[in-house]
């Protein structure tokens, strides 16, 4: 199993809805091709990690790629994980326009003192540490 981390900046800051559109849609590709992670969104910056099968991971890169909505598309690191980190999770959420999509299943709060709970392996880190430079925490 392969894991892919990420990160781009949008083209412009995003609302609620347009950051509930594209979770919507990443939820149903992600289904589709046994893909799971987490996404996290801050003041234009997007961090995400992705875990599955290696060719459904460079199949949905390369649409994450190609997506008009966001612009310099790094990848950070990938390489080969013996099991999922985000085994339930077709694609969590966090924002820190969070207010409307703290209702829609698998929405993390940043601000919350268990997100990502004890797990400690170099892409929860990552996550990890992207929320707190983007005072997503406490």
């Not at 990420?6 to 289904?31: F, P, Q």
């Not at 992670?37 to 961090?47: A, H, K, N, P, V």
């Not at 409307?100 to 880190?125: M, V």
């Amino acid at each position: 199993m392969e894991y892919l981390v990420y990160v781009s900046t949008a083209k412009r800051l995003m609302n609620d809805e347009e950051l509930l559109d594209i979770l919507i849609k990443a939820r149903s590709e992600n289904n589709a091709h046994s893909i799971t992670g987490m996404l996290l969104y801050s003041q234009g910056t997007f961090i995400q990690v992705l875990e599955g099968e290696k060719e459904n991971v460079d199949r949905i890169f390369k649409k994450i790629e190609s997506d008009t909505r966001h612009k310099n598309v790094i990848k950070l690191m990938n390489g080969v994980i013996n099991q999922r980190n985000f085994p339930d999770w077709s694609m969590a959420f966090a924002s820190v326009n969070s207010e409307i999509l703290q209702s829609f299943e698998g929405f993390l709060d940043p601000a919350d003192p268990s997100f990502l709970g004890s797990n400690n392996d170099t892409t929860t880190n990552m996550l990890r540490i992207f929320a707190q430079t983007n005072n997503l925490t406490y």
